[in-house]
């Protein structure tokens, strides 16, 4: 994000049209985001450009609306009121890109999905079921770790690897089955394979029988990912060369309409 000017009132209207304190306010908030969660006022201060006095002025009201708590150490942090605004996004986001969903199973025969990363976490926010017989159901609101899915591979792919063994640690490895990665070295070169191939697979990882092919969203405004799920015995390799070009069309449609929805 580039560095904001600082001005010597906080409701100047900004070079966009818009009030310039509101658009300073959502820019801290960013900007605690990628920092973690949690600043000091003179980080912000550092990365923003803006004056101690205006960010300490925005960081005040934002704590007395409850989107920013000031911590024991007098570092700021990312405040509870976020949550419910969050999830409420994230359930229109998926509810939204639903008919681009819809497409994929149209397409594909199979089931699809759509994924954020949450923290540390995938998180569902969409889905639509095959019309097959046998297919797969994950529950939407389902939270599932980054190293046994598709979906994880394919939204933590460009992250750097040390962000990527650091998240590792926090979370641990655990074995859905005898087949999920479950060290960091395995892990990185599966993100290795995605940035070659494209695309990203779930081979009965996450649950015996079943195979995963996930795409990212590219320049989504949050990290999310779409994927299709079936039985191992259609999602076959034959299969996978067929389907994996309309995951990739299908996540270019879905990037550019998020894009026409978000101008800059």
Same mark, same amino acid.
């Given at each position: 994000?580039?560095?904001?000017?600082?001005?010597?009132? &906080?409701? +100047?209207?900004?070079?966009?049209?818009? !009030?310039?304190?509101?658009?300073?306010?959502?820019?801290?908030? $960013?900007?605690?985001?990628?920092? *973690?969660?949690?600043?000091?006022?003179?980080?912000?201060?550092?990365?923003?450009?803006?004056?101690?006095?205006?960010?300490?002025?925005?960081?005040?009201?934002? !704590?007395?609306?409850?989107?920013?708590?000031?911590?024991?150490?007098?570092?700021?942090?990312?405040?509870?009121?976020?949550?419910?605004?969050?999830?409420?996004?994230?359930?229109?986001?998926?509810?939204?890109?639903?008919?681009?969903?819809?497409? %994929?199973?149209? $397409?594909?025969?199979?089931? #699809?999905?759509?994924?954020?990363? &949450? *923290? &540390?976490?995938?998180?569902?926010?969409?889905?639509?079921?095959?019309?097959?017989?046998?297919?797969?159901?994950?529950?939407?609101?389902?939270? @599932?770790?980054?190293?046994?899915?598709?979906?994880?591979?394919?939204?933590?792919?460009?992250?750097?690897?040390?962000?990527?063994?650091?998240?590792?640690?926090? +979370?641990?490895?655990?074995?859905? =089955? &005898?087949?999920?990665?479950?060290?960091?070295?395995?892990?990185? #070169?599966?993100?290795?394979?995605?940035?070659?191939?494209?695309?990203?697979?779930?081979?009965?990882?996450?649950?015996?029988?079943?195979?995963?092919?996930?795409?990212?969203?590219?320049?989504?405004? =949050?990290?999310?990912?779409?994927?299709?799920?079936?039985?191992?015995?259609? @999602?076959?390799?034959?299969? =996978? $060369?067929?389907? !994996?070009?309309?995951?990739?069309?299908? #996540?270019?449609? %879905?990037?550019?309409?998020?894009?026409?929805?978000?101008?800059?």
């Amino acid at each position: 994000m580039p560095p904001s000017s600082a001005s010597s009132t &906080d409701s +100047t209207k900004s070079a966009t049209g818009g !009030v310039q304190s509101l658009e300073r306010a959502f820019d801290l908030l $960013e900007r605690m985001a990628d920092a *973690g969660g949690e600043v000091g006022l003179s980080e912000l201060s550092a990365s923003s450009g803006l004056p101690l006095p205006t960010i300490h002025r925005l960081m005040r009201t934002l !704590v007395v609306c409850g989107y920013v708590r000031q911590q024991a150490n007098r570092r700021y942090a990312l405040g509870p009121r976020l949550i419910r605004l969050g999830e409420s996004a994230s359930r229109l986001l998926g509810t939204w890109a639903r008919p681009y969903l819809a497409r %994929l199973v149209e $397409e594909t025969g199979e089931t #699809a999905n759509m994924a954020l990363l &949450d *923290g &540390d976490e995938i998180v569902y926010v969409a889905q639509v079921p095959s019309k097959h017989s046998m297919r797969m159901f994950t529950e939407v609101g389902r939270r @599932v770790l980054p190293h046994s899915t598709g979906v994880g591979k394919a939204l933590l792919a460009n992250t750097p690897d040390h962000e990527v063994r650091a998240l590792l640690a926090r +979370t641990g490895m655990p074995a859905a =089955t &005898d087949k999920t990665i479950t060290t960091p070295e395995g892990f990185l #070169a599966a993100l290795e394979d995605v940035r070659r191939l494209g695309y990203a697979i779930d081979d009965n990882e996450q649950e015996i029988g079943v195979r995963c092919l996930a795409v990212s969203v590219p320049n989504s405004p =949050t990290a999310a990912a779409i994927s299709i799920s079936g039985p191992a015995g259609r @999602v076959t390799e034959s299969a =996978t $060369e067929k389907i !994996v070009p309309i995951l990739q069309q299908v #996540a270019g449609e %879905l990037s550019e309409a998020l894009a026409s929805q978000n101008p800059a």
